[in-house]
């Protein structure tokens, strides 16, 4: 069984630029999310994807998007960046909420963002 | 506003010992409430989980005491052991939606 992986694990941007992270999900999982993880903080949730639409959003603004592909694997796309956008961003893939799962989240080690 | 609160922020344990580590929510529409484990560069992994109409759930040393009329919920580490060290976040999902809310993280030492 592969887990949840995620590129790049480390890169570093300056503001203003766009940034595209990846993520593939654990096998047989149909639903990827994504999370926000400040330093010395939870993660915050930014939105789920399920049948490569999106379903369901936190508290983001629209400069962060995301696709998700006919492989269940998913992007993160954030422009315009800011310097608070620096944050581990994790992925975590999951089964659909039903009344045969809870829909518990696995998630991959992240990928660091730093902001300059 | 922080949907789950957690505390306390640290918590340092010697070897042997029982790490104790609570959550407080507000929204009666939770009804899964996970905790996670999360080591130094890595992601959080879940450790043990608990849904609201059971008071007490054990995992080998991994316990978690569940009180729905004061929506707390809280995890025991029993024997603890200098590899339990990591961040520990609770969680919470409603009945509806997709969302996890996290709380904000307790370091945890235990010293050998």
């Known amino acids: 069984e592969t887990g949840v992986t995620q590129s790049p694990t480390h890169l570093i941007k300056t503001r203003g630029q766009q940034v595209t992270l990846r993520c593939s999900s654990q096998?047989?999982?149909?639903?990827v999310s994504w999370y926000q993880q400040a330093l010395g903080q939870g993660p915050q949730f930014i939105f789920q994807y399920y049948r490569e639409e999106e379903n369901g959003r936190g508290n983001f603004p629209p400069r962060f998007s995301g696709l998700q592909f006919p492989n269940y694997s998913s992007e993160l796309n954030v422009n315009a960046l800011e310097l608070d956008d620096s944050a581990l961003y994790l992925c975590?893939?999951?089964?659909?909420?039903?009344?045969?799962?809870?829909?518990?989240?696995?998630f991959g080690e992240g990928s660091r963002l730093t902001v300059l | 506003q922080q949907q789950v609160k957690q505390s306390p922020q640290s918590l340092i344990v010697q070897k042997g010992g029982i790490s104790i580590i609570n959550c407080a929510y507000e929204?009666?529409?939770?009804?899964?409430f996970p905790w996670y484990q999360q080591f130094p560069g890595k992601g959080p992994a879940l450790l043990i989980a608990i849904r609201p109409d059971v008071s007490e759930k054990k995992e080998g040393r991994f316990t978690i005491s569940f009180n729905k009329s004061a929506k707390q919920f809280s995890l025991h580490i029993m024997d603890s052991q200098p590899g339990d060290s990591a961040t520990y976040f609770c969680?919470?999902?409603?009945?509806?939606?997709?969302?996890?809310?996290f709380g904000t993280g307790t370091s945890l030492t235990v010293i050998p």
């Open positions: 975590a893939s999951s089964l659909a909420r039903s009344s045969g799962n809870t829909g518990e989240l696995f």
């Open positions: 969680a919470a999902r409603g009945n509806t939606g997709n969302q996890f809310y």
């Open positions: 929204n009666t529409a939770f009804d899964y």
């Open positions: 096998s047989g999982h149909n639903t």
